[in-house]
């Protein structure tokens, strides 16, 4: 089975932190993605990366970057946490560009107080 | 554009009713299309995508492109299938799913 795991279930931070959200997958695959998820909203895509050192924005990159140094691992990076940013911050991966299944990791709860 | 739009935020069914989860959307071209369910405290995961037309769970979805459709339906709901619905579509560029809001299913016994 595919295992996409999150630094965090809970995090609480205050505002004006730098704040890292770390994604790990187990099984070589080459997209990775982050997303928030929102009552109402449903999932909207920050970033994501197709390679090792490899990113493009999503439809709301503002206010993060992302980091990829390793193939299995993806970082999202809060600059400035504000509280407009209190949101599920799920990771997900992919096999390759021409799969389109994505595996979600169990999200990480951000408040920023 | 391409969108993906499920009117329904939440639908409220009884145990052994049918469900029908509704999903539109917006492309040209040849879609492909996934149904995603997320159970209470679970992760967000794949239900069915359209092209394996098969059925899990009990549930089915037909792509209906002459309206642009592609509705999750069961005949007997269960109290086990009250979760979060979304529909996705992949897009025409850089590996990604287009997501409709989500739909919360509620089972009543």
């Known amino acids: 089975d595919v295992k996409v795991t999150q630094s965090s279930r809970y995090l609480v931070k205050r505002t004006g932190e730098k704040v890292f959200l770390e994604c790990v997958q187990d099984?070589?695959?080459?997209?990775m993605f982050w997303y928030r998820q929102d009552p109402g909203l449903g999932l909207r895509l920050i970033y994501f990366?197709?390679?090792?050192?490899?990113?493009e924005k999503g439809d709301i990159p503002e206010g993060y970057s992302v980091s990829r140094e390793k193939k299995e691992r993806f970082s999202l990076i809060l600059e400035s946490a504000s509280t407009n940013q209190t949101s599920m911050y799920l990771c997900?991966?992919?096999?390759?560009?021409?799969?389109?299944?994505?595996?979600f990791g169990p999200g990480t709860r951000l408040t920023v107080t | 554009a391409q969108r993906v739009t499920q009117p329904e935020k939440l639908l409220s069914v009884f145990k052994g009713a049918p469900v029908e989860l509704k999903c539109n959307y917006s492309?040209?071209?040849?879609?492909?299309l996934f149904w995603y369910v997320q159970y209470s405290r679970q992760r967000l995961q794949l239900l069915l995508r359209?092209?394996?037309?098969?059925s899990i769970k009990g549930f089915t979805a037909d792509l209906n492109k002459g309206e642009t459709s592609f509705h999750l339906k069961k005949p007997f709901a269960q109290e086990e299938d009250s979760a979060m619905y979304y529909c996705?579509?992949?897009?025409?560029?850089?590996?990604?799913?287009?997501w409709g809001a989500g739909t919360k299913l509620i089972i009543k016994p």
């Open positions: 997900a991966s992919s096999i390759s560009p021409t799969v389109y299944e994505q595996y």
């Open positions: 099984m070589d695959h080459e997209n």
């Open positions: 990366s197709y390679d090792v050192k490899m990113k």
């Open positions: 492309y040209s071209g040849s879609p492909e």
């Open positions: 359209h092209i394996s037309r098969e």
């Open positions: 996705a579509l992949s897009g025409r560029s850089n590996y990604q799913l287009i």
